[in-house]
C-alpha cells in the first residue's frame, strides 16, 4: 500500500520535475554559461565577465532598460486603475448572470492571439484607421492623423493586454469580501471614500499585489505590442535582446541582456512586495 | 418620554411581494426589544431599513422623535452587530474600534482612551494588538458589540448575531448580552429566530409572521396569553388540536375533536361561536400525571392512557401519552421523583384545566 503510494507520488512528481527541469532550469543554466563567455578568436572562448561589461558600459542599453521598467509599471499603474472598478462592479454590484457575462467580455479579447489583437488596433489608429477618418469625418480635424507608432499607442496596447491579468486576482479577492463588511464599514460612519481606503483596498491588497506582478512581467517581457504599435522611439528592452540573438548573431551579450532582465525584474518585484508588505506566498496563494 | 425608536405603518415592497407590511411600534428609551420571527418573515427588512440600507416603500421610521427617512446609513444614530459580526478582518481589534472614532475625526490619543475604556467594559482588556481570527467565538461577538457602543448609539440593533456560535457559548452570551445592554444601557433592537433568546434576554418582544406582527408583550404575556394562533404554535411547545366547538360559556368552550375527543378549554384572544371550527393549544408543562385518577379530579378534562413513549431530555424530560382515542399527548415529567421509574407502556392518568389551554379560530 505504502509502495503503492510512494509510486504515485513519483509519478505526479514526474511531470512537475521535467517541466521545471527541461523548460526552465536547464535553459537558465546554459544561459548563464551562455553569458559568462567571451569570444577571443575564431572559435575560441574564454571565461568573463566582458558582456556584463558592455551592459554596463554602453548607456543605450542601460537606459533601454529603465525606459522599459518604467513604463511597463506605468501600464502596471494604469491597468489597475482601469481594472479596480470594472472588477469592483463584476465582484459586488452585478449579480447573478450578467456578473458572468461581463467576465466572459473580459475574456472575449483573449479568444483571438495576440498578433491579431494588436492588428485591432492598428486598424482602429493608424493614418487611413477608423478613429482618423471619424474625425475627418466631424471635421474636428483638417488632414488624416497618425495616432500609431507612439508611446501612447503602445501604452494602449499594453493596458488592452494585461487587462484580463488584473481583473481575475481583483475579482476574486474582491468576492472573497463580505458584503456585511462594507456595511459595516458605512454603518459605523464611514464615507464611500473611507470605506474603499480602509477596508476594501486592504482586503483586495493581495489580488492588488499579485495581479500588479502579472501586468509588470508580462508588459517587460512583451515584444509584440511595443514592436508593431511603438515608435522608432519606444524601444524596448526586448527588442535589444531580439537584436543581439537574431540579428547581430551575438548570443553571449543577448544571454548577458536576458539574464538582466530576469535579475532587475525580479529585484523589482521584491522591492514592492517589501514596500506593500505582502509576501509572496500570500500573493499567489490567494 | 419620547421613545428611542418609532417605526409607523412601515412598509417594504420588493417587486411582487410585500416583505413588512404596516408595522408599527415603539421601543422605549433603555429598553431590550426582540423581533421574533420564522425565517423570511421580514425581521431582517425591518433591521436593514432602520439601519438604512433599505429605503421603507411606505411609512416612518424615528429616532429620539427625529424622522430617519433620506438619513444616509452613516448618518445615522444607530449602529449594527451583524449576523457574522463582520469585524474588519485586516484590522486588529484597536482599529476595528476605533475605526468609527477616527471617522467622527477624534485624535489619537483620545481614540486609544476610548477603546481601552470600552475593553474594560467588556471584560476583555489588553487585545488591542490582535487579530480578529484570533479571537474566541465570545470574544468576537464582544469585539463587535463594543466597536458599536464605543459610538454611544441612540440604538444598538443586533441581527441574529448568536447564529454562528455553539449551544454552550449561546446559552453564556444570552445572559452576558442582557448585562451588557444593562452596563451600558442603551436601547438595543433584537432580531432572531429562536424564541429562547428572545425570551430570556428581552423586555418586549414582537412575535412577526408574514409581514406583520402578531402580538407585542413580555415575554410572560406571549407564552402564557398568546393572541393568535400563530404566537400559541411558534412561542414554546404545544400539544395542538382542531375540532369544532360545541359550547361556549364566556370565555370557556367545549371542542369535539375529529376522533371524538371533548376537551374543555379557553379563549385567549377573540371569542369563538358555536358550531365553528378552532384550534386547540396545550402545553406540556400544564398537563398533570398521577397513578390514580382521583388526584385528578379537580381537572375538568381527565384521560386515562399508557406511556407511547419516554423523552428523556434531563430537567426537561417528557413522556408522549397515548389514550382510548384521539393522538398522543406531550407531558412534561415532573421531577420530583415519583415517576423516574416509569417505564413504557406503564398506565397513566393525565388531567388538565381547560383555563390553561388556548383556543383559537382554526385557519386564522
Known amino acids: 500500500m505504502a509502495q503503492g503510494t510512494k509510486l504515485g507520488f513519483y509519478l505526479l512528481l514526474t511531470p512537475l ?8 532550469i536547464i535553459p537558465h543554466i546554459d544561459m548563464a554559461l551562455l553569458s559568462l563567455r567571451e569570444r577571443v578568436g575564431v572559435g575560441e572562448y574564454a571565461t568573463s565577465l566582458a558582456n556584463y561589461r558592455g551592459f554596463f558600459g554602453e548607456p543605450i542599453y542601460m537606459w533601454t532598460f529603465l525606459r522599459t521598467a518604467m ?4 501600464a502596471t499603474v494604469v491597468t489597475l486603475i482601469i481594472a479596480f472598478p470594472v472588477s469592483y462592479y463584476i465582484a459586488k454590484i452585478a449579480k447573478g448572470r450578467v456578473q458572468s457575462v461581463l467576465f466572459l467580455l473580459c475574456l472575449v479579447p483573449f479568444w483571438v492571439s495576440e498578433l491579431v489583437r494588436t492588428f485591432g488596433w492598428m486598424i482602429l489608429l493608424r493614418e487611413t484607421g477608423l478613429f482618423s477618418s471619424l474625425l475627418q469625418w466631424t471635421g474636428l480635424a483638417d488632414g488624416p492623423v497618425e495616432m500609431l507608432y507612439n508611446d501612447v499607442a503602445m501604452m494602449v496596447g499594453l493596458v488592452y493586454t494585461s487587462m484580463l491579468f488584473m481583473v481575475v486576482p481583483l475579482v476574486t479577492m474582491l468576492e472573497s469580501l463580505d458584503d456585511a463588511v462594507i ?4 454603518d459605523l460612519g464611514g464615507s464611500g471614500a473611507s470605506v474603499l481606503r480602509e477596508i476594501v483596498i486592504p482586503h483586495a491588497m493581495p489580488g492588488i499585489v499579485s495581479g500588479s506582478i502579472v501586468v509588470f512581467m508580462l508588459s517587460l517581457g512583451n515584444y509584440l505590442t511595443p514592436t508593431m504599435l511603438g515608435g522608432k522611439d519606444s524601444l524596448w528592452f526586448t527588442e535589444l535582446i531580439y537584436s543581439q540573438f537574431i540579428v547581430r548573431f551575438n548570443w553571449e551579450l543577448g544571454a548577458a541582456f536576458g539574464f538582466m532582465l530576469l535579475i532587475l525584474s525580479s529585484l523589482i518585484v521584491w522591492v514592492t512586495l517589501r514596500l506593500t508588505g505582502q509576501t509572496l506566498e500570500k500573493t499567489m496563494g490567494s | ?3 428611542d425608536l418609532e417605526c409607523q405603518g412601515l412598509t417594504k415592497q420588493f417587486d411582487e411581494t410585500t416583505a413588512v407590511r404596516g408595522v408599527s411600534f415603539s421601543v422605549a428609551p433603555g429598553s431590550f426589544f426582540s423581533i421574533l420571527g420564522p425565517s423570511g418573515c421580514g425581521k431582517t427588512t425591518i433591521m436593514r431599513m432602520i439601519a438604512g440600507f433599505l429605503e421603507p416603500t411606505d411609512g416612518d421610521i424615528r429616532i429620539k422623535g427625529k424622522s430617519m427617512l433620506n438619513v444616509a446609513p452613516n448618518k445615522r444614530p444607530v449602529n449594527m452587530v451583524f449576523q457574522h459580526l463582520a469585524l474588519f478582518p485586516m484590522m486588529n481589534v484597536a482599529d476595528n474600534i476605533g475605526y468609527g472614532l477616527r471617522r467622527k475625526g477624534l485624535g489619537k490619543s483620545e481614540i486609544a482612551r476610548k477603546v481601552g475604556e470600552v475593553l474594560d467594559r467588556i471584560g476583555l482588556p489588553g487585545i488591542e494588538t490582535r487579530k480578529p481570527d484570533e479571537l474566541s467565538g465570545g470574544q468576537k461577538q464582544r469585539v463587535a458589540i463594543a466597536r458599536c457602543m464605543v459610538l454611544e448609539p441612540d440604538v444598538l440593533l443586533l441581527d441574529e448575531p448568536l447564529g454562528a456560535l455553539d449551544l454552550k457559548l449561546r446559552e453564556r452570551m444570552k445572559i452576558e448580552l442582557k448585562s451588557l445592554q444593562a452596563e451600558f444601557d442603551t436601547t438595543f433592537v433584537y432580531i432572531t ?8 434576554m428581552s423586555d418586549q418582544i414582537a412575535v412577526m409572521n408574514a409581514g406583520q406582527f402578531e402580538q407585542v408583550g413580555s415575554a410572560r404575556d406571549l407564552y402564557y396569553r398568546p393572541k393568535t394562533a400563530f404566537v400559541a404554535g411558534f412561542v414554546g411547545d404545544s400539544n395542538r388540536w382542531r375540532g369544532t366547538v360545541e359550547r361556549v360559556d ?22 369563538l361561536a358555536t358550531g365553528s371550527a378552532a384550534e386547540i393549544f396545550l402545553r406540556p408543562e400544564a398537563v398533570r400525571v398521577a397513578q390514580d385518577a382521583a388526584d385528578l379530579a379537580h381537572f375538568d378534562n381527565r ?5 407511547s413513549s419516554l423523552l428523556f431530555n434531563g430537567a426537561a424530560s417528557r413522556i408522549l401519552v ?31 384545566s381547560g383555563d390553561q389551554t388556548a383556543c383559537f379560530a382554526a385557519g386564522s
Open chain 1, 183 to 186: 456595511e459595516a464599514g458605512y
Open chain 1, 17 to 24: 520535475v521535467l517541466w521545471l527541469g527541461l523548460l526552465i
Open chain 1, 71 to 74: 513604463m511597463s509599471m506605468l
Open chain 2, 193 to 200: 429566530h429562536d424564541q429562547s433568546e428572545a425570551l430570556v
Open chain 2, 322 to 352: 397515548r389514550g382510548e382515542s384521539g393522538p398522543e399527548i406531550e407531558v412534561t415529567l415532573p421531577q420530583s421523583g415519583e415517576f423516574a421509574n416509569l417505564t413504557k407502556g406503564a398506565p397513566v392518568h393525565i388531567g388538565w
Open chain 2, 303 to 307: 384521560l386515562r392512557g399508557e406511556v
Open chain 2, 1 to 3: 418620554m419620547t421613545p
Open chain 2, 250 to 271: 364566556g370565555n370557556r368552550i367545549a371542542l369535539r375533536t375529529a376522533d371524538g375527543m371533548l376537551i374543555a378549554g379557553a379563549t385567549q384572544g377573540a371569542p
